[in-house]
Structure formats: C-alpha cells, structure tokens
C-alpha cells in the first residue's frame, strides 16, 4: 500500500488509489498518532512542580524544583501575615544559598493618587532585593529565565498591595539576575521578619 503523509502532523494516511490492505491496523496506528498529538497539544503550558506553606518565618527555602525538563519557570508568592522586614532571593544549588555578590535588581514602585515612581538598583550584590516593607496581603510574581541551564540566570515580575496610608493601592516592578553560569535547583525567599504565606512553583513547558 502507498501512502501519503498528512500536511500539518504527518500521520500516515493511504492515497486515495490505494487499497487498505489491514484496514483495522491502519485506524489503529492514525488513531495513535492523533491521540499523541492532542495529547501534547492539550497539554498545559503551566505545570504545577511544588507548593509550601510557611508560618511565622524568616526565610524559605525550596529544593530541587529547577531541572532540565523546563527553561522557564513561574512562582506566586502570597503573604498572609506579618509585617515590616524585606523581601529578597536567593537561588540555591545542592541545598545550598549562592551568596557570591553576582546579584543584580533594578525595582519601580507606582502608588495611586501619586504617578511619581519611586526606584531603586542594586549591583554586586549577595541578593536579589525585591521589596522592602514586606506585609500582609502582598501578592508577588516571578518569572524565572534558565536557573537550571549553565547560564545567566534571570527574574522579572511584579508585587501587588492594597497599599497603606495617603494611597490605596501600588504596584512595585521588579527585574534581577545572577551575572554568572552556576546551575540552580532551588531559590530561598528572605522575609527579613517573621512572615507567613504559601508559595507555588510552576515549569512552563517547552
């Protein structure tokens, strides 16, 4: 039997002058590749790695989350109680804090009722500094560019806040990196004061 390739995922189909010789063979072998195909296409693009909760700490770790099986990653950060302190990360390797001063970050913070941005940097660095006046109800984004690949590795998102006195709501932009190629399984949050919150870790799929 000659056959003919279908154009957009190549399955196998017969020409159309073309006896089927194992009909049943043939259906379950195209049946096959449109199951895999739907499969991978269904698939989603966020996959869920981990979640922690934490209570009344000031700092928290997450091992082997980063591997080869995803690029890119994205982490929410939500903190339900506490206040004062910072927020800042690290990323860890076999368990272990990198605390060479290869950390770089570059913040805007915006406030309602004051279209002035307020910014800060930080070069050379033994963190990446996030936020400071880390509080309660505190939504936080992070997305992370190849922390497993021998690379650079990069962070970019954004925190959201109900804001406090004299605004009602602000929005701090946050961008970082690690200027070196060391290959990371895991990050650390610091709190600077004791915090409680949950944390989940999400692979974007290739």
Not at 73 to 95: E, H, R
Not at 127 to 135: D, E, K, P, Q, V
Request: include cysteine; glycine fraction near 12%; proline fraction near 2%.
């Amino acid at each position: 039997m000659s056959t003919s390739t279908t154009t957009n995922y190549g399955w196998t189909i017969p020409n159309d002058d073309e006896l089927v010789k194992n009909g049943a063979a043939a259906i379950r072998t195209l049946g096959q590749a449109i199951d895999t195909t739907a499969a991978a296409s269904f698939a989603p693009a966020l996959v869920k790695i981990n979640t922690t909760s934490f209570s009344s700490v000031s700092s928290q770790q997450i091992n082997d989350i980063f591997s080869s099986t995803y690029d890119n990653y994205k982490i929410y950060l939500n903190i339900t109680s506490g206040s004062g302190g910072s927020l800042s990360a690290q990323f860890c390797a076999g368990g272990t804090p990198t605390t060479t001063a290869n950390y770089n970050n570059v913040n805007w913070l915006f406030r309602s009722g004051n279209a002035s941005a307020v910014d800060t940097a930080n070069e050379n660095s033994t963190t990446i500094a996030i936020l400071a006046g880390l509080s309660s109800g505190e939504g936080i984004e992070f997305n992370l560019y190849n922390p497993f690949a021998s690379q650079y590795t990069l962070m970019s998102g954004y925190v959201s806040d109900t804001g406090g006195a004299g605004f009602k709501s602000f929005v701090t932009v946050h961008g970082g990196n690690f200027l070196g190629t060391t290959s990371f399984d895991g990050i650390k949050f610091n709190f600077g004061t004791s915090h409680s919150g949950i944390i989940r870790v999400y692979g974007i799929r290739n």
